[in-house]
C-alpha cells in the first residue's frame, strides 16, 4: 500500500513538475535563462578560413617574438624547433609525403585562421584562452614570419589574417590518386557488378606452427 501511495505521489510530482515547465511564463522547459548578447560572444570565437569571426585586433611578428618566448617557447622551442615531445611549430617542408610527417606552420595548416583560432582557444597548454587577442595576433604572425610566409613588419590584423596564402592551401583538396576513383563516382555500377579479378599472387606456407601435442 505504501508503495502505491508513493506512486501516485510521484505520479502527481511529475505532472506538476512538467505542468510547470511547460507553462510558466509562456516558455516551453522555463529551465535556465534566455543567454545574453555578451554570454554568446564569450563562446562564440571560431574563426572562419576567410577570416569572418576574427576579433577586433593586430599584431606583428616584431612584437610577437617576446610573447612567443614568454608564452610558447618552453615548449615549442625558441625558434618553433620543438622541446621534447612537444610540436615542432616551425620547418617540416616537403615531409608529409614521407614516413615521419612534420606537420607545421608551412608544412600543414591551409589557413593562418586555423592557426589564430587553435591558439586563442587553446594555447597555452593548461592556460587555454589566458592571451589577449593582440597578443594571438602577434604570436600568429610571429610564426608565419618564421616560416616566411610574411615579413617581419607586416601587420596581421582581422581584416587581412583570411587573405594569407598559405603554403599547404591546397593540400587537403587534391584529387583522389586512385585509377578507379573516377569510374566509381561517374559510372557508379548498380548490378552486375564483379569485376575481373588478376590473382598475383599468393602467401606461402611457411610451416612454422609447432605440431608436437608435448
Not at 611549430?89 to 593562418?112: Q, R
Not at 587555454?128 to 594571438?136: K, M, P, R
Request: aromatic share 12%; proline share 5%; glycine share 10%.
Amino acid at each position: 500500500m505504501c508503495a502505491w501511495v508513493r506512486f501516485i505521489g510521484l505520479c502527481c510530482g511529475v505532472h506538476l513538475f512538467f505542468s510547470t515547465i511547460v507553462h510558466s511564463e509562456g516558455r516551453t522547459f522555463n529551465l535556465g535563462k534566455v543567454a545574453s548578447v555578451e554570454e554568446v560572444m564569450g563562446w562564440d570565437i571560431d574563426v572562419r578560413p576567410d577570416g569572418k569571426g576574427a576579433p577586433f585586433g593586430s599584431g606583428n611578428a616584431f612584437d610577437g617574438e617576446e610573447v612567443y618566448a614568454e608564452r610558447c617557447a618552453f615548449c615549442h622551442g625558441d625558434f618553433g624547433e620543438g622541446i621534447d615531445r612537444w610540436p615542432e611549430l616551425v620547418g617540416g617542408e616537403g615531409s608529409l609525403n614521407t614516413h615521419d610527417p612534420i606537420k607545421t606552420t608551412g608544412s600543414y595548416w591551409p589557413y593562418a585562421s586555423t592557426m589564430f583560432d587553435y591558439i586563442y582557444r587553446a594555447m597555452p597548454f593548461g592556460e587555454s584562452q589566458s592571451l589577449s587577442v593582440d597578443e594571438t595576433y602577434q604570436i600568429t604572425a610571429y610564426l608565419l614570419y618564421m616560416s616566411d610566409i610574411i615579413d617581419e613588419e607586416f601587420e596581421l590584423t582581422n581584416e587581412n589574417l583570411g587573405e594569407i596564402k598559405m603554403p599547404n592551401v591546397n593540400g587537403f583538396f587534391l584529387p583522389d590518386p586512385r585509377p578507379d576513383s573516377t569510374h566509381l563516382v561517374d559510372e557508379l555500377c548498380m548490378k552486375n557488378c564483379a569485376a575481373e579479378t588478376t590473382i598475383l599472387g599468393k602467401a606461402r606456407d611457411l610451416d612454422v606452427t609447432p605440431e608436437d601435442d608435448g
